[in-house]
């Protein structure tokens, strides 16, 4: 079996892509004889047929044409249009809820961050593991950017999203509007000409704009890049010349072939978005690549059983046999790079780095793992304070300029601003991320932050939580009488912070897939009078605004009403319970 390491970069994402084994002394016979073709052909049948049973038995009805819905029960302002956003919405619009869906970007920018990587960026987990609407059907276990942007805008088509959007529309004020018919308050987005709206999903993703880091010797148009950037000192004369590009310029015109073929390359940062650079790098051929990681990160396999056991751990924090996992990872990933295993930090206590190659690269040399903190940029290329492993950020250690022709910062992405958002809907101690079931406001359940607000997690962004935390924002609107009171949802964020006392970054900083799918079941089942609406918000069977449903519903919220002593809907009384759920 040829190693991993020496297999030719095109043969390597072909196996990286189909998520299978590749061996290649295979592409030695015609493909019509090759059994791996075969192999491969009924693998990807395989999964995309387990996709189509999925579709057929989740995905909400899409409207029939792009009119305006005629009897909508509600509408909602959904912010960003990345895969969340058009998420969010198209479970909106099946659901007989009318959408507005505001994008800061042009059109160019439909699937938000995707729309902006590399084009060879991809996937880190299993495609199975990021359906993140019902209606997606992969086509490969690892897609790249395109596959992704593509599905992204194929869901945006099919649910009739087009005339809902409104590009180049940044969202700049949500304001409280008058009551409606039902006594609650409704939202204006912006100067309100798009009239009120019921509730407000906010879908701004948790990358922003590249994050820029400023280093002496950095030339002043790179440090200009940057909003935060004061005037970057210049070295005393000694500046580094040559290219500085974030990693997600890496295969953009920013880096041309020359600039990196046979080139040294020297990675600032050690998250995903690093680990990804040197891939890259290498991959296009640099003639050497060095990462300067100032802190150490959990590296997992892009194993789909792996990672999906790993999400199920249900308590979302280290815990006492949490060392199995890590021990286990120690064998499996790290064997030959064991000097890379993190020190101070936990496998459950920040998101761990889903790549199969990275460590390979180190251990055959060609990329450098240095642990240590850029101090400047010489002329020549980093001046690094070279740390041992186990040391903790800024200690003092062995001074060592690591030359370069190419830096990559591989320092992230600036967190968006919720600005737009009143300041009362997050008082102190309830901010992002420490919100009611990690994603309402909890003043108001009328906004929901859907992956807008968490910090780590180990889980997937795009999965089946978008339609069930959206689905509950509808069940909220649709019936008072599941609806939570401000004091009940600090309560939930309470109760999770004493459970999680102790836990590294907050009680919500990091989470499981597995905690959070307790917490939307939870919901449930504290409290008996939102069980009957269980099927709809856990699989969205139901709710698709016909006649009899309709009628049905509103017989059922006039019932509800009278129960409690107050008039049906449409007359004013409703104000008075509806005052008491704001909390105001
Ligand atoms: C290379 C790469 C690999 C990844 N791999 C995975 C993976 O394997 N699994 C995983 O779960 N996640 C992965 N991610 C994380 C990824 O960010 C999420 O999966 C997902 O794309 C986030 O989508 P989003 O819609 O929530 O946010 P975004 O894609 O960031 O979209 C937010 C949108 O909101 C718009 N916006 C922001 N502010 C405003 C405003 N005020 N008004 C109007 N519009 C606004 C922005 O313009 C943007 O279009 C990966 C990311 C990258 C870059």
């Given at each position: 079996m040829i190693s991993r390491d020496v297999i030719p970069a095109s043969h390597y994402s072909l196996e990286k892509h189909s998520g299978l084994l590749f061996h290649?002394?295979?592409?030695?016979?015609p493909p019509i004889l090759n059994p791996w073709t075969t192999i491969k052909a009924i693998w990807r049948l395989c999964y995309i047929f387990v996709q189509y049973i999925v579709v057929a038995i989740f995905k909400p009805p899409p409207p029939k044409?792009?009119?305006?819905?005629?009897?909508?029960?509600g509408r909602v302002a959904v912010i960003g249009a990345g895969l969340t956003g058009v998420s969010s919405a198209a479970h909106c619009i099946a659901h007989n809820f009318e959408v507005v869906l505001f994008e800061?970007?042009?059109?160019?920018?439909?699937g938000g961050i995707w729309a902006h990587e590399n084009s060879t960026s991809g996937l880190q987990l299993n495609s199975h593991l990021y359906?993140?609407?019902?209606a997606v059907v992969w086509r490969?276990?690892?897609?790249l950017r395109d596959e992704i942007l593509s599905e992204i805008a194929r869901v945006w088509e099919e649910y009739k999203l087009e005339s809902r959007t409104r590009f180049e529309t940044r969202v700049t004020s949500v304001k409280r509007a008058d009551d409606d018919q039902f006594g609650r308050h409704q939202w204006l987005i912006n100067n309100g000409e798009e009239g009120p709206f019921s509730a407000v999903i906010v879908n701004?993703?948790?990358?922003?704009k590249p994050k820029w880091i400023h280093l002496d010797g950095m030339p002043k148009d790179k440090g200009e890049q940057?909003?935060?950037?004061d005037n970057p000192t210049e070295n005393n004369g000694s500046v580094f010349k040559k290219p500085i590009v974030h990693s997600?310029?890496?295969?953009?015109?920013?880096?041309s072939e020359e600039a990196i073929k046979g080139k040294r390359v020297v990675v600032i940062g050690s998250g995903a978005s690093g680990v990804e650079a040197v891939e890259a790098a290498i991959q296009r051929g640099a003639g050497g690549v060095v990462m300067i990681a100032r802190t150490d990160k959990w590296i997992i396999p892009r194993n789909i059983f792996f990672d999906t056991f790993l999400a199920?751990?249900?308590?979302g924090r280290e815990m006492p046999l949490s060392f199995l996992w890590e021990a286990f990872l120690k064998q499996?990933?790290?064997?030959?790079?064991?000097?890379?295993?993190?020190?101070?930090?936990?496998?459950?206590e920040g998101t761990p780095v889903v790549n199969d190659a990275f460590l390979g690269h180190v251990r055959s040399g060609a990329c450098r793992y240095i642990h240590g903190d850029p101090v400047r940029l010489t002329e020549q290329g980093v001046h690094v304070n070279v740390r041992e492993r186990g040391t903790k950020l800024d200690d003092k250690g062995r001074k060592e300029t690591i030359s370069a022709d190419l830096i990559v910062l591989a320092t992230g992405y600036e967190k968006p601003s919720i600005?737009?958002?009143?300041?009362?809907?997050?008082p102190e101690g309830y901010q992002r991320p420490d919100?009611?079931?990690?994603?309402?406001s909890t003043e108001d359940w009328s906004v929901l932050l859907t992956n807008s607000?968490?910090?780590?997690?180990?889980?997937?962004?795009?999965?089946?939580h978008i339609g069930i935390y959206t689905r509950i924002l509808l069940t909220l609107l649709l019936d008072p009488n599941t609806r939570p009171i401000p004091k009940d949802m600090k309560l939930w964020v309470d109760l999770i912070s004493f459970l999680k006392r102790g836990a590294k970054g907050g009680p919500l900083g990091f989470f499981t897939y597995a905690e959070l799918t307790i917490w939307l079941f939870m919901f449930h089942l504290f409290r008996p009078d939102r069980l009957r609406w269980l099927f709809f918000i856990m699989f969205?069977?139901?709710?698709?605004?016909?006649l009899k449903e309709r009628k049905r519903i509103k017989k059922t919220l006039t019932v509800k009403a009278s129960k409690h002593g107050e008039p049906a809907p449409?007359?004013?009384?409703?104000k008075r319970k509806i005052r008491r759920e704001k909390g105001h």
């Open positions: 290649p002394t295979m592409m030695a016979l044409h792009a009119d305006p819905l005629p009897n909508p029960y800061a970007g042009s059109r160019s920018s439909l359906r993140f609407h019902p490969n276990a690892f897609p701004i993703g948790t990358c922003g940057t909003e935060d950037s997600s310029e890496l295969d953009s015109d920013a880096v199920c751990q249900p308590f499996w990933q790290y064997y030959g790079v064991k000097d890379l295993v993190p020190m101070d930090s936990g496998l459950f600005d737009f958002l009143p300041d009362e809907l997050f919100l009611y079931l990690q994603n309402f607000a968490y910090m780590s997690a180990i889980g997937t962004v795009g999965h089946f969205g069977w139901g709710i698709h605004g016909d449409k007359s004013d009384g409703g």
